[in-house]
């Protein structure tokens, strides 16, 4: 009994002071840590099965930690395969999300007690060096601690938690009619919305953050075998260091779980490269894997595609000039083969629902059936994406480009992108050092290829930066190599000189992620100063009247919001303002004879109450939703002047009811 009742005590004094500070400090916290809780439920029993599938796969060559690693990136991907299975299988349920979760801990039960003892397999490299683990440890910890912020962000509320949320109101993958991206692919949508199944938005934040420590964990593992660990260690506080990861990590928007499935496709084709010129592995086993990663990419974000094929025309080029080798020819298959299957339910599922399989391009030569999208506004989406596109000449815009990206500058993302544009510097000022470093060094050189053909392939679509996120990892390596080189290659009065500039660089990434944060007021909810619904009404002008109706209206009364896009904080079936695609309540009023055809058009498809956000109308205005004829203009008004006001927060929001 006396060897049992230390471990006891200390587990009981733990929960116990936990539960005193989240209560003293409010419900944000108690739910974050509850969310902290169902992750490492979920990552555990990911980490497992990805290691028994990793043992199928015939994959030897790693240590402990690596495996894990490797498994729980695996085993994440899995996991939204699995939930897009269920959600198909009309089994959107939260008694389904917990077998599912029974399941990963039976299948990866075999592999725990080892999962459990290699999570403590690199203590003794880190306490070597513990001001720089302690760095990066606490990175990780705040951007953490900013996913406990209640959901916020723009995209996350207008359809990253929205259409998980549809899913779940009907019990399977559905077309969401306002919605355009309801028929993009969604896997990172899949784990968020086996967060909503187990009763936390702020897990689905926790599952984006995750995926950025996975990433940093491949960063680690990978230049350990490549680099002196101060270099490792720089490499990881590089990426978790920059601002953009910092401030994307703790949103449910898609940039982090990309980053994770190229960091890994990337890494495990170099390592298949390393293991086939004659090391000790498994090269067609990392092929394969590689392969898996990048189609888990291309499930997640089309731009992801960059990817494969970028890994697809080096193992390719590979092949022209070693055909002698047919065991060439079959790598080259295995790496397409499960990249095509990986990739292949979204695109399946576009292609049965609407006819093209990477919908909404190529849309002039397979036109939609089933969604309300004509060759105009798909014309219009992709002008929209364009919104920060190059507007000189090549050469003004290369030169531009690294102007812009080191400063931060809205030039390549305003509003909500701008989360992704900021924090560049460092990785941006490593580029000499970094090619300096490369010279000799086959892996950095292959890194810093691939990041260039990433950037370019970026570069030539002209959209926002934060969607060249991913390649952070991959160029974090050898920045940090040609810096660890560039130190230990240089005296005293120029070391002084390299740590004033990289202090002066960490101060700036460090503040922008504390000044947006206290632009967003996270600070007065994570300590309770604000409750999360005043926080939330205080962000959100439709909030309060979202919050009346999940209090006071039937769950199953359809609700139209005219004016606002973010829906996700309506519980009940909902249709929202899109600036996108056409709404149906705008060609309703254009089209009905009288306004009381325009309510009987509207009721026709269930709808009882109308939330109207002025505000956010007014700015939505220049985009054109509001696409009225004079008949149509005179339709509205009439119905609008004739409804009942059930709730409403002057200025902000109303609740009507039709008639």
């Not at 300590?527 to 619904?533: C, D």
Request: aromatic share 12%; hydrophobic share 50%.
């Amino acid at each position: 009994m006396k060897g049992y009742l230390p471990p006891i005590y200390a587990a009981g004094l733990a929960l116990a002071a936990f539960a005193l500070v989240a209560d003293a400090f409010g419900s944000a916290l108690s739910a974050g840590i509850f969310a902290a809780g169902l992750l490492g439920v979920v990552l555990i029993g990911a980490a497992g099965s990805g290691r028994v599938l990793l043992r199928a796969f015939g994959v030897r060559d790693l240590s402990e930690s690596e495996r894990t690693l490797v498994g729980a990136t695996l085993g994440l991907g899995l996991v939204s395969q699995l939930l897009f299975l269920l959600g198909s299988a009309g089994l959107w349920r939260p008694w389904a999300a917990i077998a599912l979760l029974a399941m990963l801990w039976i299948v990866g039960a075999v592999e725990l007690p080892a999962l459990l003892k290699s999570l403590d397999a690199d203590r003794r490299l880190l306490a070597e060096r513990p001001a720089a683990s302690a760095a990066v440890f606490l990175l990780l910890a705040m951007s953490c601690l900013a996913a406990f912020v209640p959901p916020h962000q723009y995209d996350a509320l207008v359809y990253h938690l929205p259409l998980p949320a549809a899913y779940i109101r009907s019990g399977r993958i559905i077309s969401v009619e306002h919605l355009v991206y309801t028929h993009f692919p969604q896997n990172a949508e899949m784990l968020y919305g086996l967060a909503l199944l187990l009763g936390s938005d702020i897990l689905a934040q926790l599952f984006s953050w995750a995926c950025a420590v996975l990433s940093v964990g491949w960063v680690f593992e990978i230049g350990k075998r490549e680099l002196p660990m101060p270099a490792v260690l720089l490499a990881c506080i590089l990426v978790c260091g920059h601002s953009a990861v910092l401030l994307l990590a703790p949103t449910a928007y898609v940039e982090c779980p990309v980053m994770l499935w190229t960091t890994a496709a990337v890494f495990s084709f170099l390592r298949a490269r390393e293991a086939s010129h004659g090391e000790e592995g498994s090269p067609r086993a990392w092929w394969a894997l590689s392969g898996i990663f990048c189609g888990l990419g291309v499930g997640t974000k089309y731009s992801a595609a960059i990817t494969p094929l970028l890994l697809g025309a080096a193992l390719f080029a590979r092949w022209i000039s070693m055909r002698a080798e047919k065991e060439r020819g079959k790598d080259l298959a295995v790496f397409f083969g499960w990249a095509a299957a990986a990739g292949a339910p979204w695109l399946i599922k576009n292609l049965w629902t609407v006819g093209n399989p990477v919908f909404p391009f190529f849309y002039r030569w397979m036109p939609a059936r089933g969604a309300e999208w004509t060759a105009g506004s798909a014309g219009r989406y992709f002008e929209m994406l364009k919104e920060y596109g190059h507007r000189g000449s090549f050469f003004s815009e290369l030169v531009g480009f690294f102007l812009h990206a080191a400063a931060g500058s809205l030039r390549y993302g305003g509003g909500a992108d701008l989360l992704g544009s900021i924090g560049w510097a460092p990785l941006l000022f490593s580029l000499p050092v970094a090619l300096w470093a490369a010279r000799k060094n086959g892996f950095l050189r292959a890194s810093l290829g691939y990041s260039a053909g990433h950037w370019a392939a970026w570069f030539s679509t002209g959209v926002v930066l934060r969607f060249l996120l991913p390649i952070v990892p991959v160029l974090a390596l050898p920045a940090s190599a040609g810096l660890h080189l560039c130190w230990k290659e240089s005296g005293k009065r120029v070391r002084m000189l390299l740590a004033a500039g990289g202090a002066a660089l960490v101060v700036l990434n460090l503040g922008l992620f504390f000044y947006v944060h206290a632009l967003f007021g996270s600070l007065s909810v994570l300590t309770g100063l604000k409750s999360r619904g005043a926080f939330l009404s205080e962000k959100l002008d439709y909030y309060p009247c979202a919050r009346f109706a999940q209090e006071r209206l039937p769950r199953n009364d359809r609700i139209l919001l005219v004016g606002e896009q973010r829906g996700y904080y309506v519980v009940q079936p909902h249709t929202a303002t899109s600036v996108m695609s056409p709404n149906r309540f705008v060609l309703a009023a254009n089209e009905a004879a009288d306004p009381k055809d325009l309510a009987s058009r509207l009721s026709e498809d269930g709808t009882r109450w109308i939330i109207e956000v002025p505000r956010e109308a007014q700015r939505l205005s220049g985009y054109g939703i509001f696409s009225w004829t004079g008949k149509g203009e005179s339709n509205w008004a009439g119905l609008r002047g004739g409804l009942e006001t059930v709730f409403q927060d002057p200025g902000r929001c109303e609740v009507l009811r039709l008639p």
